[in-house]
């Protein structure tokens, strides 16, 4: 079975520039999370949603951000415009009912 | 907000010594995970402990859910090369609720040959 998909793998942009980050969760979960992680913080959690709809978005930094889950199958994380501090690994991370989190590879942003 | 201490950050031995590191925390947590990251992919999840006192084996890995619900352990035995990585525990605590987890710092294994 495929696991969580994130696409870009890696991400290079300028500053002031829109940033799309993007997610295929697993098949079948209705759980959706986006972390943050950098070596000063770790592991951040920014949003996550439940059946396509955004339950807790308070980990999510300033309003440069915004996440969007169209469907079941897909979801994506914008920044808009990206600043150099936006610079992280940005993981994906699905699950179904209360079983545990399974993570994406990841999307290495660097912002110059 | 809630915080997970691991330790030790970083640990450098010998393949075929044990390892062994810790996760505390000042409040009570309901779950402990504990995760793995290998150089450019997302966390896989090693084992999880659901109850005080939990102790569970997954191959050469043990994990210990605290008694006091405060802290975990994970143990290695015998460590091999692919054992290098770094070790996460990660928190599930009554106050933020069935879906958010706490993570720790990390701590980063090196393994010499």
């Known amino acids: 079975d495929a696991g969580v998909i994130q696409s870009p793998r890696h991400e290079v942009t300028e500053m002031g520039q829109e940033v799309t980050l993007r997610c295929k969760p697993i098949s079948g979960h209705d759980y959706l999370f986006w972390y943050r992680q950098t070596m000063m913080r770790g592991l951040e959690l920014l949003i996550y949603f439940n059946n396509n709809v955004p339950i807790d978005d308070s980990g999510m930094p300033e309003d440069r951000f915004s996440a969007k889950m169209p469907n079941a199958s897909f979801s994506t994380l914008k920044i808009q415009p990206s600043e150099p501090r936006d610079s992280a690994v940005y993981f994906c991370?699905?699950?179904?009912?209360?079983?545990?989190?399974?993570f994406g590879p990841g999307t290495r942003l660097t912002v110059t | 907000g809630q915080q997970l201490n691991q330790s030790p950050q970083s640990m450098f031995i010998q393949e075929g010594e044990d390892v062994s590191m810790n996760c505390t925390s000042s409040?009570?947590?309901?779950?402990w995970l504990w995760y793995k990251q290998d150089p450019g992919e997302g966390p896989v999840l090693l084992i999880a402990l659901y109850k005080a006192g939990e102790l569970t084996s997954n191959g050469r890995l043990t994990a210990q859910f605290g008694i006091t619900r405060k802290d975990s352990f994970l143990n290695i035995s015998a460590s091999i090369p692919s054992d290098v990585g770094i070790y996460f525990c990660?928190?599930?605590?009554?106050?933020?609720?069935?879906?958010?987890?706490?993570f720790g710092q990390g701590t980063r294994l090196t393994i010499n040959p």
């Open positions: 990660a928190g599930r605590s009554p106050i933020q609720g069935a879906q958010k987890l706490v």
């Open positions: 409040s009570i947590f309901n779950t």
């Open positions: 991370a699905s699950s179904s009912g209360t079983r545990e989190q399974y």
